[in-house]
């Protein structure tokens, strides 16, 4: 397996929000990160988070370029060996809290039989769905079979992190994954999915409900193999309106959650979905993962404690001066007050965001002290070992 091994330096703190404390790194001792990440999902009160980034492995990291440099990205995805250096890489250089797999949400659009591109310039599926017959074309595929790379790659990742840390498998919300399928890329507004979801809903329907069924023993390998908790990633249910939504991407959502959530934890993450909130919250996930648009506390405040909260530092923010990004973090922090809370950015990390900053981030965020009715707490006995 390719090594990148990063010594990581201590960042200097100073001049902190007045609600939260930073705790000494030199006097923790080491503590369970899976134990600490599946309290924040259960909503327990801690007095510190656990913290990740989606994206986190990818073009903001030298090591990670690297590997690219000289394997193309659908190989990384499909080479297990590669899929799990990748993945370990920000565990390594930063020190996060959970281990994302490196791979892709289009992956079961080709296993389920459409022509895949992926490249830099974005995903490219050049025979897209526009009709019953190409729905019906589409098979529902054997995980261990045509993908059994990313299972794999997760086996590989718990051997080598051991049973402490959680490693976290992830697929495309059926919704966000139909938009590719259907527009064939990524297009502003998605009209050709939408112009299909009007003129033919039922065969639309049909097309949700298979990708919910293929979905479905996709996540369960990626938990057969490992992994601590899922994620569905619904990043373009924004697109949608409520009512649309509610018939819709809602009830494809609901069918996956429901057979995982016995099993694992199952995070949801939405996107610009501040209008469909009340809405989302009925999918059944254990997690809500929200954008940078969403007020953590007042949403929290509608929804009450039974669902826990993922999120929500604008990831433009570690683009700024360490004191904006200090700020940030704490803030995100104070707003739930360690209730059922597990501290990421509203999106995926930004390939321009230099590695000291991702790496103030995490650490602000796992050495900041915080109490669940919002008072100052004395300064913690645990350290988060890389």
């Known amino acids: 397996m390719i090594s990148s091994l990063l010594n990581s330096r201590q960042a200097e703190y100073a001049d902190m929000a007045p609600l939260n404390q930073l705790t000494p790194p030199v006097e923790r001792a080491e503590i369970n990160r899976k134990d600490l990440f599946l309290r924040a ?15 986190q ?5 030298p090591e990670y370029r690297a590997i690219r440099a000289t394997h193309s990205f ?43 591109e992926l490249n830099d310039a974005g995903p490219n599926l050049p025979s897209p769905i526009r009709s019953a017959a190409d729905v019906a ?14 299972p794999e790659a997760i086996r590989r990742i718990v051997k080598n992190v051991g049973a402490d840390v959680p490693v976290l498998g992830f697929a495309a919300a059926p919704w966000t994954l139909a938009c590719y399928m259907v527009e064939g890329k990524t297009k502003e507004g998605f009209s050709t999915v939408k112009s299909f979801l009007y003129h033919e809903p039922e065969t639309f329907r049909l097309l949700l409900n298979k990708i919910a069924q293929a979905t479905i023993p996709y996540l369960r390998a990626q938990i057969d193999a490992g992994a601590s908790a899922v994620q569905l990633f619904d990043t373009w249910c924004g697109e949608l309106n409520l009512e649309d939504y509610e018939n819709f991407a809602l009830p494809a959502v609901q069918q996956v959650v429901s057979d995982i959530a016995g099993k694992v934890p199952v995070i949801y993450y939405t996107k610009a979905s501040n209008h469909l909130m009340a809405a989302v919250a009925r999918s059944g996930a254990t997690v809500l993962s929200v954008d940078w648009r969403v007020d953590l506390a ?89």
């Open 41 to 55: 999902c259960r909503g327990e009160a801690l007095n510190r988070v656990p913290v990740w980034m989606m994206r």
């Open 57 to 61: 492995a990818g073009r903001y990291l």
């Open 74 to 116: 659908l190989e990384v995805c499909k080479t297990p060996d590669l899929a799990a250096e990748v993945s370990l890489q920000p565990f390594r250089i930063l020190g996060v809290d959970a281990i994302i797999v490196f791979s892709d949400i289009l992956i079961p659009a080709e296993a389920m039989g459409m022509h895949l």
């Open 137 to 150: 074309n589409l098979r529902i595929f054997d995980p261990e079979m045509e993908t059994k790379f990313l």
């Open 298 to 386: 007042a949403l929290r405040k509608t929804l009450g404690p039974k669902i826990a909260l993922q999120g929500n530092v604008d990831p433009a923010v570690l683009l700024g001066p360490t004191g904006k990004i200090r700020g940030a973090t704490q803030s995100a922090l104070s707003a739930l007050n360690g209730i059922g809370h597990i501290l990421n950015l509203g999106h995926g990390i930004s390939k321009q965001t230099p590695v000291e900053n991702a790496r103030l981030f995490i650490e602000t965020g796992q050495q900041t002290v915080v109490g669940s009715a919002g008072k100052v707490n004395q300064p913690t006995s645990a350290t988060y070992s890389r």
